[in-house]
């Protein structure tokens, strides 16, 4: 094999059960969008129905049809906006839920007499999808006097990880607006929480659901969280190894510099396969637990790194890589470093190997 990504599914399995305690027992919905975050959407929502998790979250309407293409029945959320389309769609299907963030689309559904599941999206401070707050309540009372068949009200935390002095302050406003908007509403689903909600603010979410994806996955931000395990982990093999016969420079751009005699190995993965142009930037590799810096610009299909001359002899072609894992993403320290990129940009010639 020449990239493959090994998905730990004891390990995923475990963070859920902590999530959940996190999240003090609420019911977690597993976001399982842009192809679970590029580990596969089918096999990821297997793992976490053994879990006990029953609802799931996608992007659009399109991605809650291949759940069901794949005979996994549990509740769908689609966190993202749909067109009149999808609701026409989504009204032969089961358990489909629906996000609404306009007067116009609520008109839409009673004008249609469509009676499609949804929820409300109320924006408390991501400045995105949403109701405004000052609109949500005669959203709920309109679905209400229309009979529509509103499911629940939720919202988005927007800088719930990493924590500072002001994304602290900020996130518990967003989740007092939150409160308010949804004070007396009687429905069924409420939620804010996100995973950094889980990790960051357990104490303080509300509802009765609570959304998980990154942290699914050991992370709170791009950091680490000590009480969840390392489930994905990014692997390659040597394919080539080399000495530079003189100073050279590597790669497109010619900005990384090899001395005479230095030692130097292709990986056969480049940013098609997910490697970032940024890990460039002060990334590494471990190979046989060795660190060897990534240098030059990262291609498309390959990646050059630096073999450390005390290990000249000991590495070899065909030795295994360890890419990209928790540990190494947790001690990478890259302005552009953001973990949802690099595991959603993972290619489709890496193999999604569950172990
Ligand atoms: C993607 C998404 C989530 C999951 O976010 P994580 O930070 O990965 O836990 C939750 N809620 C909404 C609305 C989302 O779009």
Redesign the pocket.
Known sequence: MRAWVEVNTENLKFNISQLRKMANNREILG?V?ANAYGLGAVEVSKILKDAGVHFF?VANFEEALELRNAKIEEKILV?GASFEEDYIEAQKQKDIHLSISSFETLEFIKNNNLSVPFQLKVDTGMTRLGFNLNEIKQAITFCKNNNLNLKGIFS?LSDAAPITDSSYSFTLEQINKFKDACLDCNLEYIHIS???GMTNFSEYIVGNLA?????MYGFSGDKKDPRLLNVFTIKTKIIHIKKASKDSFVSYGRYYKLKTNETYAILPMGYADGMKKYLSKGGYVLVNNIKCEIIGNICMDMTMIKIPSEFVNSIKIGDEVTVINRDIIDSLNIPELCT?DIMTSLGRRVKRIFV
């Not at 959304?211 to 942290?215: D, E, K, N, P, W």
Request: glycine share 22%; charged share 15%; aromatic share 8%.
């Open positions: 976001v969008k979250g966190l988005h996100n995973s950094a959304r998980a994806g990154l942290g949802w």
